[in-house]
T-cell receptor, first 115, second 116 residues
Framework: AQTVTQSQPEMSVQEAETVTLSCTYD???????LFWYKQPPSRQMILVIR??????QNATENRFSVNFQKAAKSFSLKISDSQLGDTAMYFC????????????FGTGTRLKVLA | DTAVSQTPKYLVTQMGNDKSIKCEQN?????MYWYKQDSKKFLKIMFS???????INETVPNRFSPKSPDKAHLNLHINSLELGDSAVYFC???????????????FGDGTRLSIL
Protein backbone atom coordinates (compact mmCIF):
# COMPACT_ATOMS: atom_id res chain seq x y z
CA ALA A 1 0.00 0.00 0.00
CA GLN A 2 1.11 3.54 -0.66
CA THR A 3 1.60 5.95 2.20
CA VAL A 4 2.82 9.54 2.35
CA THR A 5 3.97 11.08 5.62
CA GLN A 6 4.51 14.73 6.38
CA SER A 7 5.84 14.98 9.92
CA GLN A 8 5.74 18.76 10.26
CA PRO A 9 2.17 20.00 10.84
CA GLU A 10 3.28 23.64 10.98
CA MET A 11 6.33 25.64 10.10
CA SER A 12 7.27 29.28 9.87
CA VAL A 13 10.03 31.13 8.08
CA GLN A 14 11.15 34.71 7.80
CA GLU A 15 10.62 36.45 4.51
CA ALA A 16 13.62 35.99 2.15
CA GLU A 17 14.89 32.99 4.13
CA THR A 18 14.98 29.38 3.01
CA VAL A 19 12.77 26.64 4.41
CA THR A 20 12.60 22.89 3.81
CA LEU A 21 9.44 20.83 4.15
CA SER A 22 9.83 17.10 4.77
CA CYS A 23 8.01 14.24 3.12
CA THR A 24 8.59 10.51 3.24
CA TYR A 25 6.65 7.93 1.33
CA ASP A 26 6.30 4.22 0.91
CA UNK A 27 5.39 2.40 -2.25
CA UNK A 28 5.93 -1.00 -3.79
CA UNK A 29 5.87 0.46 -7.28
CA UNK A 30 9.01 0.85 -9.35
CA UNK A 31 7.65 3.59 -11.53
CA UNK A 32 5.88 6.49 -9.87
CA UNK A 33 5.62 10.24 -9.59
CA LEU A 34 5.95 12.51 -6.60
CA PHE A 35 4.34 15.92 -6.28
CA TRP A 36 4.14 18.94 -4.08
CA TYR A 37 0.89 20.91 -4.10
CA LYS A 38 0.25 24.26 -2.48
CA GLN A 39 -3.11 25.29 -1.03
CA PRO A 40 -3.29 28.99 -0.12
CA PRO A 41 -6.19 30.39 1.92
CA SER A 42 -8.12 30.75 -1.32
CA ARG A 43 -8.29 26.89 -1.12
CA GLN A 44 -7.12 26.32 -4.69
CA MET A 45 -4.85 23.31 -5.09
CA ILE A 46 -1.85 24.43 -7.11
CA LEU A 47 0.85 22.15 -8.44
CA VAL A 48 4.24 23.38 -7.27
CA ILE A 49 6.64 20.77 -8.56
CA ARG A 50 6.81 17.13 -9.59
CA UNK A 51 9.47 14.47 -9.79
CA UNK A 52 9.57 11.29 -11.83
CA UNK A 53 11.02 8.50 -9.74
CA UNK A 54 13.25 7.16 -12.49
CA UNK A 55 14.98 10.52 -12.88
CA UNK A 56 17.93 11.02 -10.57
CA GLN A 57 18.17 14.75 -11.13
CA ASN A 58 16.22 16.78 -8.61
CA ALA A 59 13.40 18.86 -10.07
CA THR A 60 13.50 22.64 -9.77
CA GLU A 61 10.93 25.33 -10.51
CA ASN A 62 12.27 28.82 -9.91
CA ARG A 63 12.52 29.21 -6.11
CA PHE A 64 11.23 25.70 -5.48
CA SER A 65 13.41 22.63 -5.57
CA VAL A 66 13.24 19.11 -4.25
CA ASN A 67 15.72 16.79 -2.61
CA PHE A 68 14.71 13.37 -3.87
CA GLN A 69 16.38 10.48 -2.09
CA LYS A 70 14.92 7.38 -3.69
CA ALA A 71 16.60 4.80 -1.49
CA ALA A 72 15.47 6.62 1.63
CA LYS A 73 12.03 7.31 0.09
CA SER A 74 12.34 10.93 0.97
CA PHE A 75 11.07 13.87 -1.07
CA SER A 76 11.61 17.21 0.64
CA LEU A 77 10.68 20.61 -0.76
CA LYS A 78 13.02 23.57 -0.45
CA ILE A 79 11.64 27.07 -0.84
CA SER A 80 14.31 29.71 -1.35
CA ASP A 81 13.87 33.45 -0.84
CA SER A 82 10.51 32.86 0.85
CA GLN A 83 7.78 35.34 0.01
CA LEU A 84 4.62 36.28 1.87
CA GLY A 85 2.62 34.69 -0.93
CA ASP A 86 4.17 31.34 -0.11
CA THR A 87 2.04 31.19 3.03
CA ALA A 88 -0.15 28.12 2.47
CA MET A 89 -0.72 24.46 3.22
CA TYR A 90 1.70 22.26 1.34
CA PHE A 91 0.79 18.71 0.43
CA CYS A 92 3.16 15.99 -0.69
CA UNK A 93 1.65 13.29 -2.92
CA UNK A 94 2.66 10.12 -4.70
CA UNK A 95 1.11 8.38 -7.67
CA UNK A 96 2.01 5.09 -9.32
CA UNK A 97 2.48 5.15 -13.05
CA UNK A 98 0.26 2.13 -13.59
CA UNK A 99 -2.93 0.48 -12.40
CA UNK A 100 -5.44 2.92 -10.94
CA UNK A 101 -3.03 5.89 -10.99
CA UNK A 102 -4.30 6.64 -7.52
CA UNK A 103 -2.90 9.68 -5.75
CA UNK A 104 -2.06 9.46 -2.09
CA PHE A 105 -1.68 12.73 -0.24
CA GLY A 106 0.13 13.50 2.99
CA THR A 107 -1.61 15.32 5.81
CA GLY A 108 -0.04 18.63 4.86
CA THR A 109 2.32 21.19 6.37
CA ARG A 110 1.03 24.62 7.17
CA LEU A 111 3.73 27.15 6.24
CA LYS A 112 3.63 30.71 7.44
CA VAL A 113 6.01 33.27 5.99
CA LEU A 114 6.68 36.08 8.44
CA ALA A 115 7.33 39.68 7.41
CA ASP B 1 -5.27 27.33 -17.35
CA THR B 2 -8.97 26.98 -16.36
CA ALA B 3 -8.97 23.31 -17.16
CA VAL B 4 -11.37 22.18 -14.43
CA SER B 5 -14.59 24.04 -13.75
CA GLN B 6 -16.54 23.13 -10.65
CA THR B 7 -19.94 24.50 -9.60
CA PRO B 8 -21.18 25.71 -7.26
CA LYS B 9 -18.33 27.13 -5.19
CA TYR B 10 -20.46 27.18 -2.06
CA LEU B 11 -23.42 25.02 -1.18
CA VAL B 12 -25.41 25.44 2.02
CA THR B 13 -28.27 23.07 2.60
CA GLN B 14 -30.20 21.23 5.24
CA MET B 15 -29.70 17.73 6.51
CA GLY B 16 -31.62 15.15 4.53
CA ASN B 17 -31.58 17.03 1.24
CA ASP B 18 -30.15 15.73 -2.04
CA LYS B 19 -27.61 17.86 -3.88
CA SER B 20 -25.28 17.72 -6.86
CA ILE B 21 -21.90 19.25 -7.64
CA LYS B 22 -20.93 19.60 -11.27
CA CYS B 23 -17.48 19.25 -12.75
CA GLU B 24 -16.28 19.84 -16.26
CA GLN B 25 -12.82 19.64 -17.77
CA ASN B 26 -11.95 21.11 -21.13
CA UNK B 27 -8.65 19.49 -22.09
CA UNK B 28 -9.89 16.12 -23.23
CA UNK B 29 -8.15 14.19 -20.50
CA UNK B 30 -9.53 10.77 -19.85
CA UNK B 31 -9.28 10.60 -16.08
CA MET B 32 -11.27 12.58 -13.54
CA TYR B 33 -11.41 12.38 -9.75
CA TRP B 34 -13.43 13.47 -6.76
CA TYR B 35 -11.74 14.25 -3.45
CA LYS B 36 -13.06 15.20 -0.04
CA GLN B 37 -11.10 17.58 2.19
CA ASP B 38 -12.25 17.57 5.79
CA SER B 39 -11.95 20.30 8.41
CA LYS B 40 -8.43 19.16 9.27
CA LYS B 41 -7.42 19.65 5.63
CA PHE B 42 -6.96 15.94 5.08
CA LEU B 43 -7.46 15.21 1.38
CA LYS B 44 -8.88 11.84 0.48
CA ILE B 45 -9.80 10.37 -2.86
CA MET B 46 -13.40 9.27 -3.29
CA PHE B 47 -13.79 8.24 -6.92
CA SER B 48 -11.88 8.11 -10.18
CA UNK B 49 -13.27 7.70 -13.66
CA UNK B 50 -11.29 6.92 -16.78
CA UNK B 51 -13.14 7.50 -20.02
CA UNK B 52 -16.52 7.15 -18.28
CA UNK B 53 -15.47 3.95 -16.53
CA UNK B 54 -15.29 3.79 -12.73
CA UNK B 55 -11.72 2.98 -11.75
CA ILE B 56 -11.47 3.90 -8.09
CA ASN B 57 -14.29 3.67 -5.59
CA GLU B 58 -13.05 4.15 -2.08
CA THR B 59 -15.09 3.26 1.00
CA VAL B 60 -17.58 6.03 0.47
CA PRO B 61 -21.21 5.76 1.65
CA ASN B 62 -23.49 4.77 -1.20
CA ARG B 63 -25.33 8.05 -0.69
CA PHE B 64 -22.52 9.43 -2.84
CA SER B 65 -22.80 8.59 -6.50
CA PRO B 66 -20.61 9.91 -9.30
CA LYS B 67 -22.13 10.32 -12.73
CA SER B 68 -20.06 10.66 -15.88
CA PRO B 69 -22.29 11.46 -18.86
CA ASP B 70 -19.24 11.96 -21.06
CA LYS B 71 -15.46 12.24 -20.81
CA ALA B 72 -15.59 15.95 -20.01
CA HIS B 73 -17.97 15.71 -17.05
CA LEU B 74 -17.93 13.98 -13.70
CA ASN B 75 -20.74 15.12 -11.45
CA LEU B 76 -21.17 14.15 -7.81
CA HIS B 77 -24.64 13.44 -6.44
CA ILE B 78 -25.18 13.19 -2.72
CA ASN B 79 -28.43 11.88 -1.27
CA SER B 80 -29.79 12.29 2.25
CA LEU B 81 -27.08 14.71 3.32
CA GLU B 82 -25.69 14.33 6.82
CA LEU B 83 -23.81 16.73 9.09
CA GLY B 84 -20.60 14.76 8.55
CA ASP B 85 -20.74 15.47 4.83
CA SER B 86 -19.72 19.07 5.48
CA ALA B 87 -16.38 19.48 3.74
CA VAL B 88 -14.72 20.90 0.67
CA TYR B 89 -15.10 18.67 -2.37
CA PHE B 90 -12.56 18.88 -5.16
CA CYS B 91 -12.86 17.65 -8.69
CA UNK B 92 -9.62 16.98 -10.54
CA UNK B 93 -8.50 15.81 -13.94
CA UNK B 94 -5.38 14.42 -15.44
CA UNK B 95 -2.89 11.66 -15.04
CA UNK B 96 -4.64 9.50 -17.53
CA UNK B 97 -3.33 6.36 -19.04
CA UNK B 98 -1.39 5.83 -22.21
CA UNK B 99 0.42 8.81 -23.71
CA UNK B 100 -0.98 11.19 -21.08
CA UNK B 101 0.23 9.21 -18.10
CA UNK B 102 2.81 11.82 -17.22
CA UNK B 103 0.33 14.66 -16.94
CA UNK B 104 0.01 16.06 -13.42
CA UNK B 105 -3.30 16.30 -11.73
CA UNK B 106 -5.09 19.65 -11.85
CA PHE B 107 -7.85 20.58 -9.46
CA GLY B 108 -11.01 22.59 -9.64
CA ASP B 109 -11.47 25.41 -7.15
CA GLY B 110 -13.46 23.22 -4.77
CA THR B 111 -17.01 23.32 -3.48
CA ARG B 112 -17.54 24.08 0.18
CA LEU B 113 -20.54 22.08 1.30
CA SER B 114 -22.11 23.13 4.59
CA ILE B 115 -24.90 21.09 6.14
CA LEU B 116 -27.20 22.86 8.58
Amino acid sequence: AQTVTQSQPEMSVQEAETVTLSCTYDTSENNYYLFWYKQPPSRQMILVIRQEAYKQQNATENRFSVNFQKAAKSFSLKISDSQLGDTAMYFCASRPNSGTYKYIFGTGTRLKVLA
Amino acid sequence: DTAVSQTPKYLVTQMGNDKSIKCEQNLGHDTMYWYKQDSKKFLKIMFSYNNKELIINETVPNRFSPKSPDKAHLNLHINSLELGDSAVYFCARGAGRGPRHNQPQHFGDGTRLSIL
